[in-house]
């Protein structure tokens, strides 16, 4: 239990001293976007991944999906403990076959990446993001899954 409210405690100085280096905290417009939001009409979220240092989450990635137009949306989301802070985040999208490659937005965000949309069809998808979020490096990319 110790050994936990330790490394938790490493978030909350982590985002001070990133704000130090002026990141500079999200207009009102941003903070009040959803995923859902961000990826439209017609997305319905069929996966996450959290981005944890112990027990605090950092940002999460969301993976959506239109049955209407057989479109994939990936969105990574800044949590509260790093949301209005400009910090490389993330988001990443590839069709099996397509022949496209890996569709990605990454930057300095304050609140989040994407979204990276890309037509499925009945192919499996690899998705994923990331955020540095001053204590390290936090990174997830899927298997080849949600098939069809």
């Known amino acids: ?74 969105v990574t989301f800044h949590s509260a403990s790093t949301g209005g802070y400009a910090l490389t985040t993330g988001a990443w999208l590839d069709v099996d076959g397509d022949g496209k490659g890996q569709a990605k937005d990454q930057g300095a965000y304050s609140s989040y990446a994407g979204p990276v949309r890309l037509a499925a069809g009945s192919r499996c998808v690899k998705w994923g993001g990331m955020i540095e979020a001053g204590v390290g490096t936090y990174t997830y990319t899927s298997s080849w899954e949600h098939c069809g």
């Open 1 to 74: 239990m110790r050994t936990s409210a330790r490394r938790s405690a490493i978030i909350v100085p982590a985002v001070a001293a990133l704000a130090a280096l002026g990141a500079t905290p999200a207009g009102a417009a941003t903070a009040a976007a959803t995923p859902a939001g961000v990826c439209g009409s017609g997305y319905t979220q069929i996966d996450s991944h959290a981005f944890r240092n112990a027990s605090t989450e950092l940002a999460r990635v969301h993976l959506f999906y239109n049955a209407s137009t057989r479109s994939n949306c990936v």
